[in-house]
């Protein structure tokens, strides 16, 4: 989304749509902030020092910024928004997650962030997990070359 008018395009596509929130990751940006425009409002939380690397977020429609009562950026691969519910409110969490193939390192502060945001949210609130978990679909490799691929056509593993 670093190109000149990316913002504006997914904007335009969602105005044809009855989404009112969009979850966003690979934002590209650098920092983190909130911008109001006309008829949305992206939200969005990147690397603090560099442009070009991961970014998450969201993008709003004008008509339920009213009922936005927060937006936490946490880092580069992880946000929140919390929205106003007639009965319940909502916290939605935006995330990026590391691919199967990252060094361990880099996925454990990944979870133990992820944790750390989830308990922070009062247990009456409705959570909302979105954006890419970096899921491996298809058979795992224990099943490649064996007699259970005929009666496991695939299998779903998240990293």
Same mark, same amino acid.
């Given at each position: 989304?670093?190109k000149?008018?990316?913002? &504006?395009?997914?904007?335009?596509?969602?105005?044809?749509?009855?989404? &009112?929130?969009?979850?966003l990751?690979?934002?590209r940006w650098?920092?983190?902030?909130?911008?109001r425009?006309?008829?949305?409002?992206?939200?969005?939380s990147?690397?603090p020092e560099?442009?070009?690397q991961?970014?998450?977020g969201?993008?709003?429609?004008?008509?339920?910024?009213?009922n936005?009562?927060?937006?936490e950026?946490?880092?580069?691969?992880?946000?929140k928004?919390?929205?106003?519910?007639?009965? !319940?409110?909502l916290s939605l969490i935006?995330? !990026?997650?590391p691919?199967?193939?990252?060094?361990?390192?880099?996925k454990?502060?990944?979870?133990?962030?992820? &944790?750390r945001?989830?308990d922070?949210?009062p247990?009456?609130?409705?959570?909302v997990l979105l954006?890419d978990?970096?899921?491996?679909i298809?058979?795992e490799?224990?099943? !490649?070359n064996?007699?259970?691929?005929?009666?496991?056509?695939?299998? !779903?593993t998240?990293?």
């Amino acid at each position: 989304m670093l190109k000149p008018g990316k913002m &504006q395009e997914i904007a335009e596509q969602i105005q044809n749509t009855t989404l &009112q929130i969009v979850a966003l990751q690979e934002i590209r940006w650098k920092g983190y902030g909130h911008i109001r425009k006309k008829d949305y409002s992206p939200y969005y939380s990147c690397n603090p020092e560099t442009t070009g690397q991961f970014g998450t977020g969201f993008l709003v429609k004008k008509e339920i910024e009213k009922n936005i009562l927060g937006f936490e950026p946490y880092n580069e691969r992880m946000c929140k928004l919390r929205i106003k519910g007639k009965y !319940h409110n909502l916290s939605l969490i935006c995330v !990026h997650a590391p691919t199967e193939y990252t060094d361990n390192t880099a996925k454990e502060p990944f979870f133990e962030d992820l &944790q750390r945001i989830q308990d922070r949210i009062p247990k009456h609130e409705a959570t909302v997990l979105l954006g890419d978990m970096n899921a491996k679909i298809g058979l795992e490799d224990s099943y !490649h070359n064996s007699h259970l691929k005929q009666t496991r056509p695939f299998r !779903h593993t998240l990293c």
